[in-house]
């Protein structure tokens, strides 16, 4: 029954921390290499070269320029187009870090499908409300736009590993939220233009 529990608690980590790469890519690799290097958590032995020093130092840099990137006007719509698929990417790694499946093709069939679309999905949602600011405020609102990223990330990754189950659950509602207004959206679009 504790192997049930553990495992069904790893899996929620591996979706949670991955569905936070959607708002910052490099913030949450930082926050389970850390936990990894200070032993609060393990990863799997493929992927204990996220908490060695060199990855570290690596990935610290990494989340500094992401997060001074995001506050320059113009620049911040430019990282939004490298950042989804290096978000899917990141979500797949941490995902299929944590999910406790002996099967390596289950594993990471798993990391891309829960951790790479979640990741994915909620870049590109992201990204859209940064575009919509972008327009609507003339890149003034942005700034907030990055702060509440910035904090969704890091406050998510570190509530992922005190609470993993909660925080998954959460991020799969915003997941079916997100699909939601998506599939309204596009069913409210007429298929073929109408003529004035």
Request: glycine content about 12%.
């Amino acid at each position: 029954m504790n192997w049930d529990i553990q495992t069904f608690s790893a899996a929620a980590l591996g979706i949670a921390l991955a569905a936070c790469c959607g708002f910052r890519v490099f913030v949450p690799m930082l926050i389970a290499g850390i936990a990894g290097r200070f032993n609060l958590f393990h990863f799997s032995e493929s992927f204990l070269w996220l908490s060695s020093t060199p990855a570290l130092i690596a990935l610290g840099i990494a989340t500094v320029f992401e997060i001074a990137g995001y506050y320059i006007p113009f620049i911040d719509n430019i990282l939004d187009t490298i950042a989804t698929p290096l978000a899917a990417v990141a979500g797949t790694l941490l995902a299929t870090s944590v999910i406790p499946v002996d099967n390596d093709w289950m594993k990471w069939i798993i990391g891309i499908v829960a951790g790479g679309g979640g990741a994915g999905l909620i870049a590109s949602g992201t990204g859209l409300l940064r575009l919509l600011s972008s327009k609507t405020t003339a890149g003034m609102g942005n700034n907030v736009v990055a702060t509440g990223e910035n904090a969704a990330a890091l406050g998510g990754s570190v509530l992922s590993f005190l609470i993993p189950v909660i925080m998954a659950v959460l991020f799969i509602l915003f997941f079916i939220w997100i699909i939601k207004k998506m599939i309204r959206k596009l069913r409210g679009k007429p298929l073929v233009s109408r003529g004035p």
